[in-house]
């Protein structure tokens, strides 16, 4: 989070390994990111737009969009948050439409 123009996307597109940098390093756990799979290493950092879009269909299927998680594993990773409830459940098990 912070001003237009101070270089969020940047940095986010240098840590997903969109592009190298031009000088320098990154590291994640004294590891250069160089060092890890792309396809690895982008599927364990998540990102928050600041104007979120949801598809058509359930919460669900938004969740898991860009995902190969099976649906049973999701909603078992996500009963582990503190802020899931009950209510949560029954959007995840598609009976509210986002």
């Known amino acids: 989070m912070g001003p ?7 940095l986010l597109s240098l840590l ?4 190298k940098p031009n000088y320098g390093e990154i590291y994640f756990d004294k590891v250069p990111a160089y060092a890890y799979d792309v396809s690895s290493l982008r599927q ?3 990102y ?10 359930t919460v669900m299927e938004n969740l898991r969009y860009g995902t190969v998680m099976h649906k049973r594993r999701m909603l078992f990773v996500l009963q582990q948050l503190p802020a899931f409830t009950t209510s949560s459940a029954a959007c995840l098990q598609g009976t509210t439409r986002s």
């Open 4 to 10: 237009s123009g101070v270089g969020k996307t940047t």
């Open 16 to 19: 997903l390994r969109f592009y």
């Open 44 to 46: 364990r950092i998540g």
């Open 48 to 57: 928050v737009s600041q104007s979120t879009q949801l598809l058509t269909g």
